[in-house]
Every structure is written in structure tokens, then in C-alpha cells.
């Protein structure tokens, strides 16, 4: 159904009232085309709401500014909030109220945003920051009235021109000092507006090509300007957490925070691993060569887990192809990983996704995001019982019971050397008796709840 071009809330979607659960005899039909199969936000989940659980967030950029351009084309979308006068700061006041309106139509409870997103960069940075502040108080205002929260915030430092040789990474310190001071409005804005967390996406943060780059050089440089955002957290009193998000390339062809394992390095070699932690998306991971689930998993280890971009690729096109989830086995090794850690703290699971660029109704956003949040809830629903049922849990505890043995704690806790493990393999004679990883039974097991 088209949407209607007056500017009155409730006139930009069809539907008037928020999509309600409808239980598990729901599907999508012509005569009820919007609702919830699977979410069911008040349901007790592993000890939590369901909507406590998830937390989900709907992005600002690809849901409300994102005109449905590719390389090859422009837009497809055009939206009525585009069309409706040509003032950009109008158009921006405008999305908050229609922004708001799907938010309460699909009742998330959070949304995130970059600070280039909202609100329309001026000629100086001085009418950037007028032009953010603006917005900014009626996003505060908008927040107050819905209950509707902020997730996280971020800056954009990769869209404009001044920013092509990176930001903190750039070889011109006055882009670096440029970036630190979009930094600090976005980062005081996301405090203003009680956000969860503040996300750093190092788009530009990388290089090209060695033959221009200085990589130990640019590498310090970003560790400088993590310990000024670090810094100024502390200053203002956020309590929020910092985020880096990691994706290995795209836009540039080498990027520094290319997945967890080497965002960690890097915070542990400027001191920063107390501070920062990550903003894990799905379609980053698989770009870099990983599992969804391994990125989690990995981040958890090493306690930096922070909170999920929920948005796959395509498993034929190698780049970022941001569409919204919808593999139920991949969404249940994820939640299986997030639950393992014990969930989210200051995280969510945010929707960093656009939609195809044929799908051009306004409706069709709700569609995908409902779509989504249901196939999460599903998820979730599963692990629910995975975790319940505790066989999986009892055959990884199983496999590693060799290490609570007498030999296995001296050896963990540097009690033994390499000699008195070689004197100890001599005492014992015999081969120690492999046993069986079971992979398949597992897999199956996995499915059989699925
Ligand atoms: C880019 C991406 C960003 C970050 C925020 O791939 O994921 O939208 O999430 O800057
Ligand atoms: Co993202």
C-alpha cells in the first residue's frame, strides 16, 4: 500500500497500531500482513523479557536516509519524507517524527544513529554542530514522550571528502584533530541522549596501498585517538560503553580493525582492553574470514563482548550486502554464543540493514524488521531449550574433565616444566586413549531442536 505524503503521524505506514504478538499460528496474509509470530516481548526467556533479552535497535541511516542508490544507480526509493519540502534541516526534523512512528509500530526499544544521519553537515563544523544540536533536542524530547531508547551513537568519519586517507589514520593531523571534534559531539550527544554505548566504525581506518602507507605510524595514531575518546568518556561522566566495530575491509582494501582477534591486539598493545570492547556484525565476520558465532565466542573469551549488528551477506557476493537475517540454524549458533557469555549488558542487536533496492514501500520497512525480530525471538526460543536441556553443555564439560584431574591443574597453573611433563609421560608409559569429538551427534542434536 502506498503511503500517504501528510505529514501526520500514523499516515506514513499502514498499519495505525503497534504489531502485536499473534502467537504460533501466525503468518503473514493479505488480510493480516504485519505481526509477531515468535517475539513476544513480555515472554520470560532465560531468566529475562524477551525484549530485555534482545534489546533490539532499528539504525537510523539505512531505515530513514538510505535512498535505495547503488553503484550503478541512484535512488529507487523516493521516499516521502524526502519529497516532502526541499530544506534538509526540515527533512531531518521530519524523519525524527517518522522515524518514531515505526518505532512505536514495531515497539522496539531502541535505535541508533550517526551523527551525519540525523541531521544534515554544515559549511564549518561550527553549523554541523548547530544543525546536530537541533535535531539532537528533539530526538531528547521524542525519547522523553515514546520511552524508545538510544542503543548507541556514532559519527560518520568516512562519507565526506576530507576523510579518503582515513580519520585518526589519516597522514594530515588536521583531519585527525577534525575527527576528534565530531568525535566529541557525537560522543556528547549519545550522553545527552542517555545512550547505552557510543560505536567507533574505522570505515577509512586502513590503507590502500603500503606504497603510500606508514602502517606503524597510523596504527599509533588511531591508539591516540582511542585513549582521547577513552578520555573524554571519563570527562563527561558517560557510563555507556565504547565499541570499536571490526570489518576487515570495505572501503578500504585493509582495514586495522579487521576482527576481533585483532582489534584485541590492538587494545592490548595501547593498554585500552578495560575500556573498549566490541560491536560484532555478522556479514563483518564472515568478510574476514570467520563464523558469526566465532567472533562472539571469541569476544567473550576474552571479555569484550559489547553488542551485535544483525545483518547478514550473500553467500554468492563476496562484500557488505547489509540485508536483514534470515538463516534460523546461523541465528541459533549466534544466540547460542551470546547466551553462553550470559547476554547483553550495555549490547543489543542492532539492525544495521537496508533493505533491496526494489522493495520500495514504506511498509516493506516494517516488514523486514519484523520479519527479523521474529526470526531472533525464534532463535532465542531455541537456545532457550539447548541450554535448558544442558546436553550439549554436559559434553563439552565431558570432553575437557582430563584438566580437573591433579596433573591437569599443576600443569595450568605452572606448576610443571617440560622436564617433569617428559618424566611424566616415561612414568606413565602407554598412549594416551583418543576419544571420539562427536561433531556429527552434535550437529544433529542442534537440529533436532531447530
Ligand atoms: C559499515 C557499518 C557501519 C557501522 C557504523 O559496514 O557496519 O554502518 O555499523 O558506522
Ligand atoms: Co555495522
Known amino acids: 500500500m502506498a503511503a500517504s505524503r501528510s505529514s501526520s503521524a ?25 505481526g509477531y509470530r515468535w517475539y513476544d516481548a513480555n515472554r520470560k526467556v532465560l531468566g529475562r523479557r524477551m525484549e530485555d533479552q534482545l ?3 532499528v539504525c537510523w541511516w539505512h531505515t530513514l536516509v538510505w535512498p535505495g542508490s547503488d553503484p550503478f544507480g541512484g535512488e529507487t526509493f523516493l521516499r516521502p519524507w524526502h519529497a516532502a519540502g526541499g530544506d534538509p534541516m526540515q527533512q531531518a526534523m521530519q524523519k525524527v517524527d517518522i522515524g518514531f512512528e515505526l518505532f512505536r509500530l514495531l515497539d522496539v526499544p531502541y535505535f541508533t544513529f550517526h551523527d551525519r544521519d540525523v541531521a544534515p553537515e554544515g559549511a564549518t563544523l561550527r553549523e554541523s554542530n548547530a544543525n546536530l544540536h537541533r535535531v539532537g533536542e528533539r530526538l531528547a524530547q521524542k525519547i522523553e514522550e515514546s520511552g524508545v531508547q538510544l542503543l548507541w551513537g556514532t559519527a560518520n568519519l568516512f562519507s565526506n571528502r576530507r576523510y579518503m586517507a582515513g580519520a585518526a589514520t589519516n597522514p594530515d593531523p588536521e583531519i585527525f584533530a577534525y575527527a576528534a571534534a565530531q568525535v566529541k559531539t557525537a560522543l556528547e550527544l549519545t550522553h545527552a541522549l542517555h545512550g547505552q554505548n557510543y560505536v567507533l566504525w574505522g570505515g577509512r581506518e586502513g590503507y590502500e596501498t603500503l606504497l603510500n602507507t ?45 576482527d576481533v582477534a585483532s582489534v584485541f591486539a590492538f587494545l592490548k598493545a595501547h593498554g585500552l582492553e578495560r575500556e573498549i570492547k566490541v560491536n560484532i556484525e555478522q556479514n563483518h565476520a564472515i568478510l574476514a574470514g570467520h563464523s558469526f558465532e566465532h567472533e562472539i565466542a571469541l569476544a567473550n573469551a576474552l571479555g569484550v563482548f559489547g553488542s551485535i549488528d544483525m545483518n547478514r ?6 562484500w557488505d550486502t547489509d540485508q536483514f537475517p534470515n538463516n534460523l540454524p546461523q541465528m541459533v549458533l549466534a544466540f547460542l554464543e551470546i547466551m553462553r557469555g550470559g547476554g547483553f549488558t550495555t549490547g543489543g542487536v542492532n539492525f544495521d540493514a537496508k533493505l533491496r533496492r526494489q522493495s520500495i514501500d514504506p511498509d516493506d520497512l516494517i516488514t523486514a ?62 598412549e594416551p586413549q583418543p576419544v571420539s569429538g562427536r561433531q556429527e551427534y552434535l550437529e544433529n542434536l542442534i537440529n533436532s531442536y531447530i
Request: aromatic share 8%.
Open 313 to 318: 551477506g550473500d553467500d554468492q557476493l563476496g
Open 10 to 34: 500514523g499516515q506514513w505506514f499502514s498499519p495505525t497500531d503497534p504489531l502485536k504478538y499473534e502467537g504460533p499460528k501466525y503468518t503473514p496474509t493479505s488480510r493480516k500482513p504485519f
Open 55 to 57: 534489546r533490539f535497535a
Open 214 to 258: 606508514d602502517l606503524k605510524r597510523e596504527w599509533d595514531q588511531l591508539g591516540r585517538f582511542l585513549h582521547l575518546v577513552v578520555e573524554h568518556k571519563h570527562a563527561i561522566g558517560f557510563k555507556g560503553a565504547i565499541l570499536i566495530e571490526p570489518k576487515p575491509c570495505e572501503p578500504t582494501k585493509h582495514q586495522y580493525d579487521h
Open 369 to 430: 524488521h519484523a520479519g527479523a525480530m521474529d526470526l531472533c525471538a525464534r532463535a532465542l526460543l531455541i537456545v532457550e531449550r539447548i541450554i535448558d536441556d544442558g546436553a550439549l553443555a554436559d559434553h563439552v564439560e565431558a570432553r575437557y574433565a582430563g584438566w580437573d584431574s591433579r596433573d591437569g591443574k599443576a600443569i595450568l597453573k605452572g606448576k610443571r616444566s617440560l622436564a617433569d611433563l617428559a618424566a611424566q609421560v616415561d612414568r606413565k608409559h602407554g
